[in-house]
Each structure stands twice: as C-alpha cells, then as structure tokens.
C-alpha cells in the first residue's frame, strides 16, 4: 500500500477522556474513559481490543522503562522544542500486528499533538526495510517511546507471522490454527488479537467464558463423563470441550454429548478414526505432536481446529526498528 492512499492523521492525548464505545462503537450510550485520541480508540475497538485496556499496557510499560523518572539520555542530548519524524521499519519479512498499540504507547508519552502516516496495516505482509508507520512530534518523546512501542509491535508481528506459516499451511483445507492460553501475563488479548492478524482463530479468551475438561478434572471428577455432565449441570448454557486421550474416551463423550472434543497427542490415524466416530455430531481439535511439517496431515483427517500453543508462547519476535529523519 502506498503512502499516497493513507493521509496524515492527526491525534495525541485528548486531556480529559474520549468517547470509546465499549463494543467498539463510539456513538454508544456508554462510554470508557481513557486519554486516548477517539479515532485511535475506535481503530482498536473495531480490531477487538480495549481502548482502555491497550491505554493501561502502554502506561505500565512506559513507567516500566522510566521507573517514575525520566530518559536521562534524551532529555540531555535533545533540545526540548526539536522535531522529528520516526520510521517503523521492518528489519525482516513477515507478518505486522500491534501498529496501533504502537500509537497507543507513542500517545501515552506524547505531550504535543503527533502525526501519524500509515503505511501498511495489522495482518499485511511486508518485507524487510518496508516502512510501517511515520510519526512525526517532539524527538523527545519519540525516544522515550522507541523501546516500549518495539517491544509490543515486535512480539505481536511475531505471533502474526507465525500463525500466518500455519494459517498458509491450512490454506486448503477445512482445519483451522487456533491458540490457547498460554499467553504472556497481561498481554492476553493483544497476542490474541496478534493470532487473528495472522489468519488464526481465538479459543477461549478466559476460564469463564467456555469450559475445557482435561485430565486433571477428569481425574477429580471420576472419569470422564462424570466431569462432562457435571460441567453441563453447573453451566448449562456454557460451550463444553472435552480433552480425550482415547478412542474409547472420545465415544463417551460424543454420546454424552460434548461440543467440541480435543484429541490429545492422537496419530493422524487415530484423528482420522476420530472423525469417522464422531460423524459431525461435534467440531474436532488436534493437539499434541503438531509441527508445521505434519500439519496438513492432521488437517486432512477432517479435523476443526489444530490447536497450537506455540503461537503465542514461542515465537520468535519480528524485528523492526524505528529510524529517525528529519520533520518534513
């Protein structure tokens, strides 16, 4: 996408709080109050995220790098009235997330008004030395804000690039990758957010909103459709996965009636004789033993979902740097 398609946008702090729709509407009757620009606020919103909730991790990091003090280096080396525009650059190819949490962070720190020009947008392809994102405000504030903005911008472009080799991997067939909660503390629903960017798909986002019998309950509750109907009883209105490690298992719960079954470490043999068991009556997650090397074979058993932690607590982050010029 070229610079000429994405004009300048003007934001920063907007003092007192913004308008930001808590279901990603701004004209909503209930608001969330947070500092950040209301057109910023309703980008995230529409991508999925808290406004307030990116406005908090950007402050905890900010106050992470400057321990309630202030950047010794900057503030000696840069006049305080200089101006430059910074580049976020992409060191390497791969896959961008984050770029507005990235303005989130520079929001944060900014105490003037700041351009942004978007290059590209979260969940594109770019190459090495492709610019992302422009900003142009004070050279102190943008230096202050390098570190904290890359580090988020670098591990979400990660996650999105390695669920993209997945995603890519699946392409043609009807699996799709999906995450767990093995997630960075804090981060969750910015990694998983950086899942989607890259083509995968959210499995739960909480230990409320569906449940997952493992083996542990299992163990506790008595076998496994002990754990499965007592979950339906206590929650009869809550989405069930039941994690088997067995056919003889997965007939048990299929019968009693399980909405999604998750086959634990199954050969893609064992998965393919899953799918015949189960005969549609529920959706089918493979896990265990996945490696991008043996993926379409799991995927081509007829299996729903391909669930891989790694996404989230293994990728290697995409490098990107941020290049300071001159303020047009």
């Known amino acids: 996408m070229s610079t000429d398609d994405l004009p300048l946008a003007p934001t920063g702090g907007c003092g007192d709080g913004c308008a930001c729709g808590a279901e990603g509407d701004l004209g909503d009757e209930e608001y969330l109050e947070c500092g950040l620009d209301p057109a910023l606020a309703q980008l995230l919103a529409e991508a999925g995220l808290d406004p307030v909730e990116v406005e908090d991790i950007a402050n905890v990091a900010i106050q992470e790098d400057l321990a309630h003090g202030v950047d010794v280096t900057t503030v000696a ?10 580049d976020f650059t992409a060191r390497e190819a791969g896959v961008v997330a984050g770029l507005r949490v990235a303005e989130a962070v520079v929001s944060v720190v900014c105490t003037d008004e700041f351009e942004v020009e978007r290059h590209v947008e979260d969940g594109d392809r770019v190459e090495a030395g492709q610019k992302l994102l422009s900003v142009t405000t004070r050279t102190r504030d943008l230096l202050t804000a390098e570190r904290s903005a890359l580090n988020l911008l670098c591990r979400l472009s990660g996650i999105a690039t390695a669920t993209r080799a997945w995603a890519d991997t699946l392409e043609d067939t009807k699996a799709r990758v999906r995450d767990t909660r093995k997630t960075t503390p804090g981060l969750r629903s910015l990694e998983k957010f950086a899942v989607r960017a890259g083509g995968g798909v959210n499995h739960r986002m909480s230990l409320s909103d569906a449940a997952l019998v493992k083996d542990n309950h299992v163990v506790a509750a008595g076998g496994v459709a002990q754990a499965f109907t007592a979950v339906r009883e206590a929650f009869p209105d809550v989405p069930i996965e039941v994690e088997v490690d067995t056919l003889h298992q997965l007939r048990e ?12 470490n199954f050969t893609p043999g064992e998965c393919a004789e899953a799918v015949g068991i189960v005969g549609g009556r529920a959706l089918l997650e493979a896990s265990g033993r996945l490696t991008l090397e043996n993926a379409k074979a799991y995927a ?23 290049d300071l010029r001159d303020a047009e």
């Open 300 to 322: 081509d058993t007829g299996v729903d979902f391909l669930a891989v932690g790694a996404l989230t607590h293994s990728s290697p982050i995409l490098d990107i740097g941020l």
């Open 253 to 264: 719960v299929v019968d009693a009636g399980a909405d999604l079954i998750l086959l634990d």
């Open 77 to 86: 080396t840069i006049p305080e009235e200089a101006v430059a525009t910074a």
